[in-house]
Nanobody
């Protein structure tokens, strides 16, 4: 089981980024998937989660209305679309499979002018 994130970078406040999490070793569509983030000096926090049952995704209050989690079954990839980014969104973002306890290596998002 392996998760590989990509798509991070430097963006100005108000900008957008799309993070990708490519899964291998399992079909993510059969399991819940999550995105977490960890800002400098802070604990890792849950940002968004999607279930395998087709239910509504869950989001942290701080990102509701700005972030969207989705998946592409054909590519076995989970995405995190981030819009209206704020400096406080700056963090390393991690993809997670709760079922397998797997984490990606993380991708850094920096929101700064």
């Amino acid at each position: 089981v392996q998760l590989v994130e990509s798509g991070g970078g430097l963006v100005q406040p108000g900008g957008s980024l799309r993070l990708s999490c490519a899964a291998s070793g399992f079909s993510f569509s059969s399991y819940a998937m999550s995105w977490y983030r960890q800002a400098p000096g802070k604990e890792r926090e849950l940002v968004a989660a999607i279930t395998s049952a087709g239910g509504s995704p869950n989001y942290a209050d701080s990102v509701k209305g700005r972030f969207t989690i989705s998946g592409d079954n054909a590519k076995n990839t989970v995405y995190l679309q981030m819009n209206s980014l704020k400096p406080e969104d700056t963090a390393v973002y991690y993809c997670n499979s709760p079922r397998f306890g797997a984490w990606g290596q993380g991708t850094l998002v920096t929101v700064s002018s």
